[in-house]
């Protein structure tokens, strides 16, 4: 009877270091959450048509993180059976919580491709990391999707173009004229038309202007604007203007408005900062490079010249930040009315922190509202520190575990 006590006392002794054991374990291994929420692609069908051997094309597709809280990776496979001529770019990245990311399919048929139709899919897959901010690591395997391909490939030609806006805009004494198309390329081939501008002076037949826009291409298979100018060399005045678009020599569209050449210095110039964002990670280590990214809208009646600027400051709560730690300026970029552009500027941060950036744009003497965005930074590698002090714990605890267990003789028990 005291034996099958002693027997029991050992195993019970054995059962409490073990689990002691798998405690400490669980303690100090990574937790990830559960609720993560997947991902999502969009377009998920991509049908191109009529591919013209030894040509390529490029379809966006954007990857959404809806998860509010992880940052996205996301791995971008194509099917073997369309990997000779489907390629991704970038083939992985990683997308912040609330974001998403654009990845650029390429189509690139070679000279000696079959015609024919071909099918495949694009997989994308993705785990979800545990922010190092909570001193944990680790990644959760999310459900994966798939982006369906088919390209048919021809010897054909086929050129094509709808136009679908055309507007002229005024201008000031000595500034060209700001113009703006948007088109479809229905065929299979760019499409360079022409635009045939002819101005003549309202109550004034002698002033009078002609100019061919040359510089416009609408690619195949896209719906897209374009922006551009032509010259002026008119008096201050009012003119009627027609624009025809002219494709293989046919005019295919026109509109007629009136347009004005004002004195220098009477249009309204104008421009709208709509956000300052960090494209890519919120949360990134020291020595990264941070890309600022903000989207400039020219809201005046002449075209301007705009450049970012951020300066990034110390996060003491409240919504400019406390010291200054950095600034970053993008290029000036020439900005016509109605246009949008996505000025861009890059930080590297020294120092682990939280900050605040703020940006502006400086544009015709003129300065934007400043928008702002929130900056995580972390010592490189700071991470590891509670994998490897894990670790040694787990290895102190095994080893202290098995010495007391042979010490006391109750292991071979």
């Known amino acids: 009877m005291e034996g099958m006590q002693r ?17 400490a374990a669980i303690a100090v291994m990574p937790v990830p959450k559960t609720d993560a929420i997947g991902i999502a692609v969009s377009p998920s069908e991509i049908y191109i048509n009529d591919m ?8 966006p597709i954007t990857i959404f993180n809806p998860d509010p809280t992880y940052t996205l990776s996301y791995n971008l496979t194509v099917n073997n059976t369309i990997s000779d001529t489907i390629s991704v770019s970038p083939a992985t990245g990683t997308i912040a919580p609330h974001s998403s990311a654009v990845a650029i399919i390429n189509a690139t048929v070679s000279t ?20 190092k901010a909570i001193n944990q690591s680790g990644v959760l395997l999310q459900p994966a999707v798939n982006v369906l391909v088919s390209y048919s490939v021809t010897a054909q030609q086929k050129i094509g173009l709808q136009v679908n806006d055309l507007r002229l805009y005024d201008t000031e004494a000595g500034t060209a004229f700001p113009l703006y198309i948007n088109g479809t390329g229905t065929g299979n081939v760019d ?5 045939r501008l002819n101005l003549t002076g309202v109550g004034n037949d002698t002033a009078t202007s002609t100019y061919n826009v040359t510089n416009v291409t609408i ?16 008096p201050v005045g009012q003119y009627m203007a027609r624009a025809d678009v002219l494709f293989n020599g046919t005019s295919i569209f026109n509109t007629t408005q009136l347009v004005e050449v004002f004195q220098q210095g009477v249009l309204k110039s104008k421009g709208e900062l709509t956000e300052v964002r960090i494209d890519g990670p919120t949360s990134v280590n020291t020595g990264d490079t941070v890309k600022l990214v903000a989207p400039f809208t020219n809201t005046g009646q002449i075209g301007i010249n705009g450049s970012l600027v951020c300066e990034v400051r110390e996060d ?33 941060p020294q120092a682990s922190g939280r900050y605040i950036v703020t940006g502006h744009v400086q544009y015709a ?15 490189s590698g700071s991470y590891v520190l509670p994998v490897v002090a894990g670790i040694i714990i787990i290895g102190a605890l095994v080893i202290g575990g098995l010495y007391y267990l042979r010490r006391t003789g109750r292991w071979g028990a």
């Open 191 to 195: 499409a360079q038309p022409v635009i």
């Open 112 to 131: 000696t491709k079959p015609d024919g139709l071909y099918n495949g899919t694009i997989h994308l897959g993705s785990t979800i990391e545990v922010p």
């Open 7 to 23: 027997r029991s006392s050992s195993a019970a002794v054995r059962v409490a270091v073990i689990s002691l054991i798998l405690l």
């Open 365 to 379: 003497n003129k300065v934007t509202e400043d928008k702002a965005t929130v900056l995580t930074v972390s010592e």
């Open 52 to 59: 013209l051997r030894g040509t390529s094309a490029d379809y």
């Open 316 to 348: 003491v709560g409240n919504a400019t930040g406390g010291s200054l730690v950095g600034t970053a300026q993008s290029n000036t970029l020439q900005v016509l009315p109605s246009q949008t552009v996505n000025l861009a500027a890059y930080y590297t």
């Open 219 to 234: 690619k195949a298979r896209t719906t897209q604007g374009v922006y551009t100018t032509y010259p002026n060399t008119l």
